[in-house]
């Protein structure tokens, strides 16, 4: 047998060790690879802490909103406006595969969402409406989608969508930053 054929095996698994190393960014056909839910879900856990900023103009004023880690790194709990008559909390959490979240919302109910794989990029999380207890899409309001934009370390936008009677209503943009501890 000659050396080349000696080199085959060795290329090969060079090859498979390689792939298996470097992660998947576009998928057979060349698109981007979807946003992997568990990955995003480090990322939400890593925004552990104080963040505080401004809203848009559809809610000027000062914006505060905590992330706090919770059982036993299974859940974060986002409670946005501490304090004050218009709090809301938003936990997110691992459902199998899926990255999901419920809204506790100042309007009386609770949407959840889901993590859109496709519409995900990098750092934008994208979570749409899948469902919610009190929640009558066709009638009144409730948040349909957010937007977590993680500008960087230490800078996060959300970019919170409503819907009132069936239509998109508006959406409320909160720039926040870390609070230094």
């Not at 080349?4 to 056909?29: F, G, H, S, T, Y």
Request: aromatic content about 8%.
């Amino acid at each position: 047998m000659s050396k080349r054929w000696m080199l085959v095996p060795v290329v090969m698994i060079a090859i498979v060790a390689a792939a298996a190393v470097v992660p998947a960014v576009c998928d057979e056909k060349g698109a981007a690879a979807a946003t992997d839910s568990k990955a995003a879900f480090e990322k939400i856990k890593g925004l552990a802490g104080t963040w505080e900023g401004t809203g848009a103009e559809e809610m000027p004023g000062p914006v505060t909103s905590q992330y706090r880690v919770t059982g036993g790194g299974s859940a974060v709990v986002e409670t946005l406006f501490p304090g004050t008559p218009h709090e809301m909390v938003t936990v997110y959490h691992m459902d199998g595969p899926d990255l999901v979240m419920t809204h506790y919302c100042a309007v009386g109910n609770q949407p959840r969402m889901k993590l859109d794989k496709a519409a995900s990029k990098g750092d934008e999380l994208y979570f749409v409406y899948a469902g919610g207890s009190n929640v009558d899409p066709a009638k009144g309001m409730y948040m349909h989608d957010v937007k977590l934009i993680l500008q960087s370390g230490d800078k996060l936008e959300e970019d919170w969508t409503s819907y009132s009677d069936g239509k998109k209503a508006k959406t409320s943009v909160f720039k926040i930053a870390r609070k230094a501890s």
